[in-house]
């Protein structure tokens, strides 16, 4: 009899251990990141869940410029954004450093209140990235920045993770896994 109730109760505490265990895995799966796919796929990196596709007309407000990029996603309100685009510039691996040392330099004359936090050159995918990360003044709030650009097929693959200076510590953390979990595969 006591070995009966000592089974059944292992056999309770199995039941509760399973059903925690397919809880943890089915929240797992619900924040799971998205992959988000450029090139046909040759490029993919992972996006948060909540991040969406942004509408056209609030690219056109946020990158008021003939070189706004062509893709964004975002949260909600758009406030923090992962823009992405290969942009017609060739830029060969070996000139890499070059290339950013000419965004170091151009970049406090065109972007108000520039203040650098890196600026660097970084190994990502098998490739060499430039790696800008600022803050800077917007009409209306401040921006934390990070953008990273290489060549691509004889372009120039950019990506810009950016978000309302007050924002970015929520959003720090997946902007930062997101930028690492860029794949190119030739």
Do not use: C
């Amino acid at each position: 009899m006591v070995f009966a109730a000592k089974l059944n109760v292992l056999s309770n505490y199995m039941k509760t251990k399973l059903l925690f265990i397919a809880f943890v895995t089915l929240f797992a799966i619900s924040v799971s990141a998205e992959i988000v796919t450029l090139d046909e796929g040759k490029i993919t990196f992972e996006a948060p869940d909540e991040f969406k596709p942004v509408p056209q007309e609030i690219i056109d407000v946020k990158y008021p410029s003939s070189r706004a990029p062509k893709y964004v996603i975002g949260n909600e309100s758009a406030s923090t954004t992962i823009a992405y685009d290969l942009k017609p510039h060739n830029i060969p691996q070996d000139k890499i450093e070059e290339a950013k040392a000419v965004f170091v330099q151009m970049f406090p004359r065109m972007i108000p209140g520039l203040e650098w936090k890196e600026n660097k050159v970084v190994t990502l995918s098998g490739r060499k990235w430039g790696y800008l990360e600022m803050t800077s003044h917007a009409i209306d709030t401040d921006i934390y920045n990070i953008m990273l650009f290489t060549g691509y097929k004889g372009q120039m693959l950019i990506f810009n993770f950016n978000s309302t200076k007050e924002e970015f510590p929520k959003y720090e953390k997946v902007l930062r896994e997101s930028l690492k979990s860029i794949s190119i595969k030739e």
